[in-house]
């Protein structure tokens, strides 16, 4: 499972009697208990590994996509990125997606890259 803030799916898995679960990333609530168990992973370290990686192999001009900034993993993983590419003292940009426009991403992409050109 997947752990989102006010997530109806997990609530609805976590109200049922013989139903065990695990959840990968980091809980919004303590409520680990015998049916729910979590496994987490450090997504700030995660994007900060990601992000040296590309500067050592180098790119220059890194992108962060996102789609939900509400969610953990992803404002975690995005501030690793930052953190990472300010002490080196580099750009950081970002680009916020949909989950379910993909005509509206392709044409965001496309304008990035237009106004990006070397990205």
């Known amino acids: ?16 009697k013989k139903v065990s679960c695990v959840v990968v990333g980091s809980s919004y609530e303590k409520l ?12 700030y370290q995660a994007g900060r590994d990601v992000t040296q990686f590309m500067v050592s192999k180098g790119f220059e001009h890194l992108v962060f996509a996102y789609t939900d900034m509400n969610e953990l993993v992803q404002t975690e993983r995005y501030r690793g990125c930052c953190e990472y590419l300010q002490e080196h003292q580099k750009d950081s ?21 237009a106004e990006h050109p070397k990205t």
């Open 1 to 16: 499972m997947y752990s989102h803030k006010d997530d109806p799916v997990f609530d609805f898995v976590k109200k049922q």
């Open 32 to 43: 680990a208990t015998k049916s729910v168990q979590f496994v987490d992973n450090d997504n």
């Open 93 to 113: 940009l970002s680009l916020h997606f949909s989950w379910v426009k993909e005509n509206e991403n392709i044409l965001k992409f496309q304008q990035f890259l």
